[in-house]
């Protein structure tokens, strides 16, 4: 009778010690390390995709037109020695 | 290749100011959105960087063994080239990777094996130009070995377990798709091909300028 008594009461314990917890968790999606959708995050946490796909097009055409830039101006200055060479041959 | 040089010059730059606006008109990816565009360049830059390694490696094996000057000028401006284009796909990627992935980098298979490829062929520009005497020769053994790598670097994203898209993609894509891809690049390829030739030019305006050297030391 008395275990009885007493599993009952641990029971009714239990019971209530979890009430009072889910009483206490804060409402579903806001405790931390929940799964949100990214729709649900607001505009200025979400990462805009225009910016880093302007980026990326303008890092292509950089590069080119950097390269592209450094062949010319060595070429130029191998064509000044040539131009150069040349003359002082002929003038040999 | 003189004579068409301008021309076809002018049709890639033609080819280049259309590409965006084609590129626009493909749909957007559904699950990457507009980021996903990033790939018309990206991967052309990608096949570009493989093709220099090839082209570089050929080169230098046919400078080594028959001792071809004219090899060796090619391989040079192919090693160049692999230096630029693997510096698009590694800042392309990056960005495309920061909004697909939510980070800019990870050291999975296909990006570590670029990367190391990449770092490669800038380390044949750098002996080549700082290595004093006889540095052909070993940045051209550099450059055979640099090759060697680029099966591995694309086989890398269906052999290990990586976040990086496989080599299905390209093959698989839909017909909205296909049209730009393969535009940007071919567009790409013509201007690596008169790169190529522009940077070749170049060698052998050096070449020449030694030889008037050692003909005024005569």
Known sequence: MKRRVMTIVGVMLMTAGSLVGVAQQPPAGQAPGDFLPVSSLPAVEQLPAAPLMIGAYAVVWVVLLVYVWSIWRRMKKVEGELADLRSRLQSR | ?218
């Open chain 2, 1 to 218: 290749m003189a004579r068409a040089f301008t021309p076809l010059a002018v049709l890639a730059m033609l080819l280049f100011a259309i590409a965006p606006f084609y590129v626009a008109s493909a749909p957007d990816e559904q699950t990457m959105g507009l980021i996903q565009r990033v790939f018309y360049y990206h991967v052309p830059s990608a096949m570009l960087l493989f093709l220099s390694a090839f082209v570089c490696g050929i080169g230098s094996a046919v400078f080594l063994f028959k001792r071809s000057a004219a090899a060796d000028r090619v391989a040079v401006a192919a090693g160049e080239l692999a230096v630029a284009f693997g510096l698009i796909v590694l800042i392309t990627g990056p960005m495309w990777a920061r909004k697909a992935w939510g980070v800019w980098w990870q050291w999975d298979a296909r990006l570590t094996s670029s990367l190391l490829l990449w770092m490669m062929f800038v380390a044949y520009l750098l002996v080549r130009r700082y290595g004093g005497p006889g540095s052909e020769k070993l940045s051209a053994a550099m450059a055979i070995f640099g090759m060697a790598n680029v099966p591995f670097v694309y086989v890398s994203v269906n052999f290990w377990r990586t976040i990086h898209p496989n080599t299905n993609v390209v093959m698989t894509l839909g017909s909205g798709m296909r049209g730009p891809f393969w535009f940007c690049a071919a567009s790409f390829l013509l201007l690596y091909v008169l790169l190529l030739t522009l940077r070749r030019r170049l060698e052998e305006q050096r070449a020449s300028v030694e030889q008037l050297y050692l003909a005024l030391d005569d």
